[in-house]
């Protein structure tokens, strides 16, 4: 389909679960596609790596299995007064991944579709022309009739476009290499300090525990000194040396957001994609990279005339599911202690909570099929702002 003028039909820029995954689906329908990476691959991404039957679903029929590093069977969640209780499943709640394993499996296959790669090239300007987009990087420039932004939370694409997300939340990761852990094969723990505004959270990752802070705050401050106070008390630090700590925002686009501009759009974290109860991306970032490839192949192919289609699915079915999320996001991080109470008095909420936390059910849904009246009782105001969103 490319003509002489242009290097490529699309450029993705970002070669994360988002970009991979976008430049692989448009190369295997034919399109001549150019990925930029500005770091060589595979590279270290600060993430807690945990991904949901949904992103599993999403990704098939792609066979991940080499690159899982942990499969999560048990739920164990922590009060704010130290009340305890644990849900464990048959099946895997979630699996885990180190990121620089999962991220270079995900663009070998965008490559062995027909992908081009350009590794250790970074992004300085995007200019938006009459036929297309102009992209200039460390190295040269390139012209295409696309532009596909999944560069993540610091995305230059979307600062380029004029599209980046205002609200931001905190997310803080730290690797802990562990001398043994057995008590950590299979199980995840959550918790949810008083004053945090979010939870904290610790699950195995292969030779690693993962251990982090997710926090709707716009700041963390002493991040470090917050993330080893929660630890020590569970003496989760026992036994572990800290290999890596890394604090990064976490976008979140709002309800009025614009998910394109021109010939350039944006994905995952680039465009605020994020869960804004759990921080969780990839998901998102996989399913927004299908929707992509799906309005960039009908604009390529004349079906569309231009990219608004995109953004108006966005705004139709992810944003109210967004924001059910960030309102449960309010609720149960304004009054943990009420409702972990809840959560240990009703089984039936906690096992779709679990479901909820591994993609099997929607905000919506669950609030509709079991949380609406513990809701109503916890928090009436909030709740009624819940209810008009579902």
């Known amino acids: ?216 705050s716009s700041t963390l401050p002493q991040w470090r000194t917050w993330l080893e106070s929660y630890l020590a008390p569970l003496r989760l630090l026992d036994g572990f040396q800290r290999h890596h700590l890394h604090g990064h925002p976490v976008p979140l686009a709002d309800k009025r957001a614009a998910f394109h501009r021109g010939n350039g759009l944006l994905i995952g974290d680039a465009a605020g994609l994020a869960d804004p109860f759990t921080g969780e991306g990839i998901s998102w970032a996989v399913l927004s990279a299908q929707w992509v490839a799906e309005s960039a192949l009908r604009v390529l192919t004349g079906e569309w005339r231009d990219l608004h289609g995109y953004t108006e699915r966005l705004r139709a079915q992810v944003v109210p599911e967004r924001q059910a999320a960030l309102w449960f996001a309010r609720i149960l991080f304004a009054l943990p202690r009420l409702s972990c109470r809840w959560f240990l008095r009703h089984d039936a909420v906690l096992r779709n909570f679990a479901r909820l936390l591994s993609g099997e059910v929607t905000y919506r849904a669950l609030w509709h099929k079991v949380m609406r009246k513990g809701f109503v009782l916890l928090h009436p105001a909030s709740a009624r702002n819940l209810a008009a969103v579902g």
């Open 1 to 216: 389909m490319t003509v002489q003028r242009y290097d490529a039909d699309v450029i993705v820029v970002g070669a994360g679960p988002a970009g991979a995954t976008a430049a692989r689906l448009l190369a295997e329908w034919g399109l001549c596609v150019l990925l930029l990476e500005r770091k060589k691959m595979p590279r270290y991404k600060p993430c807690g790596g945990a991904l949901t039957k949904r992103t599993l679903h999403l990704l098939a029929p792609l066979d991940i299995s080499p690159v899982i590093e942990a499969r999560i069977n048990t739920l164990a969640i922590q009060a704010p007064d130290g009340d305890r209780f644990t849900l464990t499943l048959p099946e895997p709640l979630i699996v885990t991944v180190m990121r620089d394993r999962f991220d270079a499996f995900l663009t070998d296959a965008a490559v062995a579709a027909g992908t081009y790669l350009r590794q250790a090239e970074t992004v300085l300007r995007c200019e938006q022309t009459s036929e297309g987009v102009i992209v200039t990087t460390t190295q040269r420039t390139y012209r295409a009739r696309l532009l596909i932004g999944a560069d993540g939370a610091n995305s230059v694409v979307a600062q380029q476009l004029g599209l980046r997300p205002q609200r931001r939340a905190v997310s803080l990761v730290s690797e802990l290499a562990p001398t043994t852990f057995p008590r950590w094969d299979g199980s995840a723990h959550l918790w949810f300090p008083s004053a945090l505004r979010g939870y904290a959270w610790c699950f195995p990752k292969g030779a690693h525990l993962s251990a982090g802070i997710y926090t709707l």
